[in-house]
């Protein structure tokens, strides 16, 4: 399972973290994503991260002001929002992919799925 927070509201420019923890074992080929939902959209591919290389995806609109992590001690999976934007309010999810073994932007390759978290942002 996987249980997502941090949200909350912030100002344009201003930042916030999201956490995701998971409470059963995350495998070495498994990559953990954060994706979001804005009201009326579709869901979009955010950031993920490979359990065991550690390589990082972003989507491009948040390539230079978002970061994932991660802490294999703490199975859990960060995401620093900074300079935030409008166009950043969402709901916001973590998921894992367990099958593929390869990067995938298409949620609906994803496995399991937190309960989302919601992030708003002031002007």
């Known amino acids: 399972q996987l249980q997502a927070s941090g949200g909350g509201l912030a100002q344009t420019g201003g930042s916030l973290r999201l956490s995701c923890t998971a409470s059963?074992?995350?495998?070495?080929?498994?990559?953990i994503g954060w994706f979001r939902q804005a009201s009326g959209k579709e869901r979009e591919f955010v950031a993920a991260?490979?359990?065991?290389?550690?390589?990082?995806y972003y989507a491009d609109s948040v390539k230079v002001r978002f970061t994932i992590s991660r802490d294999a001690a703490m199975n859990t999976i960060d995401l620093q929002m900074n300079s935030l934007e409008s166009g950043d309010a969402a709901l916001y999810y973590c998921?894992?992919?367990?099958?593929?073994?390869?990067?995938?932007?298409?949620?609906?390759?994803?496995?399991?799925w937190g309960q989302g978290t919601q992030v708003t942002v002031s002007s």
């Open positions: 059963g074992t995350i495998y070495s080929n498994d990559f």
């Open positions: 998921a894992i992919e367990t099958h593929n073994h390869y990067f995938t932007k298409d949620p609906n390759e994803y496995d399991y």
């Open positions: 991260i490979n359990w065991r290389s550690n390589r990082k």
